[in-house]
């Protein structure tokens, strides 16, 4: 797939080949009059090629996401590359300012695609990014984190079932693919009508910089862009690439009541059905439960707040035809420092 035009338009900027330029995408303006807009660094290589969207901040609190395309901006292999990379380290800059998942109107930006230009905030937002970035580009890498008070293993989410975009799945080199369903709304969704192969990454926690995750996530945005053709050369690593595994489906245990938690299970590690993976109790240590595994998985998110209502989320888990060399790879890559 090559649709990289000779001369690029963005926000009614021209952006020839061979040129490396930051644009910024006007949204909006504050109460107070101050101008808000989405920062996009475009990097274009003198030879055609993919063009390649890497996104963060959807959710304003997600901040992981930022500081990886801080660092995939800062690399010099970027002046070689074929084709165009445009990077948007925020996108919800309401959400980032504020350290917010959601927009000012309280709405999920991630829930707000394709957008209209007439429509709600969000929309309006999802309006911009969806013209300006998603309809120019070939392909599409979009960073997550976990919400609040909860962290993901890295993982990545797509749909598997697409050859090209299994492809970029399996090229970004870690261990745990989940076949996830598209939500209403979502920026996947919007890519995947427009036959867009695109990845959502998802690692660490919200307010929070986690090296580990960061660094699995530079590493495997230059994989993929290797795997489509914009850079000739993987820099060296320390990482050696793991061997995906596409899990089956995935579902959450939940609190059973309200109260202080214990958490046993923890992320990465392999259990097993009817195993115990937390203790429920009251504040003074009577009226305990145990929560046990549904069925047998690989721990892929789990709360990390010792406080818990009945019926919140503990524990995402994966499940796979060989759950036992999962756990293997990622203790063997080290992906979560596990």
């Known amino acids: 797939m090559d649709i990289d035009p000779h001369e690029l338009i963005i926000a009614h900027e021209k952006i020839p080949r061979g040129e490396r330029r930051k644009i910024l995408l006007k949204i909006g303006k504050?109460?107070?009059n101050t101008e808000i807009n989405i920062p996009v660094e475009v990097i274009r290589g003198k030879k055609p090629g993919p063009v390649l969207f890497v996104s963060a901040a959807i959710h304003g609190d997600e901040l992981n996401g930022v500081e990886i395309?801080?660092?995939?901006?800062?690399?010099?292999q970027l002046k070689d590359i074929q084709g165009t990379l445009l990077v948007i380290p925020i996108v919800n800059v309401f959400g980032f300012n504020s350290l917010s998942r959601y927009?000012?109107?309280r709405r999920d930006l991630n829930r707000s695609f394709p957008g209209s230009p007439t429509g709600?905030?969000?929309?309006r937002l999802a309006h911009i990014f969806m013209t300006e970035i998603v309809m120019k580009s070939t392909h599409g890498i979009d960073l997550h984190t976990g919400a609040v008070h909860r962290t993901n293993m890295p993982q990545i989410r797509a749909e598997t079932e697409d050859p090209e975009t299994l492809r970029l799945a399996q090229a970004f080199g870690i261990a745990v693919i989940i076949k996830s369903n598209v939500r209403d709304g979502s920026l996947r969704q919007s890519g995947l009508e427009h036959k867009l192969p695109m990845l959502l990454f998802e690692g660490?926690?919200?307010l929070r910089f986690?090296?580990?995750v960061i660094k699995v996530a530079l590493d495997g945005i230059l994989s993929v862009m290797h795997e489509i053709g914009m850079l000739d050369q993987l820099r060296k690593t320390r990482r050696a690439k793991a061997k995906p595994y596409?899990?089956?489906?995935?579902?959450w245990m939940r609190a059973t009541r309200s109260g202080i938690v214990r958490t046993i299970g923890r992320i990465g590690q392999l259990v097993h059905k009817d195993e115990v993976i937390a203790v429920i109790s009251d504040p003074y240590g009577d009226e305990i439960e145990t929560v046990v595994a549904r069925l047998e998985g690989?721990?892929?998110?789990?709360?990390v707040l010792p406080v818990v209502h009945e019926g919140d989320a503990l524990f995402h888990i994966a499940t796979f035809e060989e759950p036992e060399k999962v756990e293997e790879s990622l203790s063997d890559h080290d992906e979560y420092g596990l």
């Open 30 to 32: 504050l109460y107070d």
């Open 69 to 76: 395309c801080k660092r995939l901006l800062d690399l010099r």
């Open 103 to 105: 927009l000012p109107d």
């Open 120 to 123: 709600s905030l969000a929309s």
């Open 204 to 206: 660490g926690e919200a």
């Open 210 to 212: 986690e090296e580990s």
């Open 246 to 251: 596409i899990a089956k489906s995935s579902f």
């Open 298 to 303: 690989i721990i892929i998110g789990a709360l």
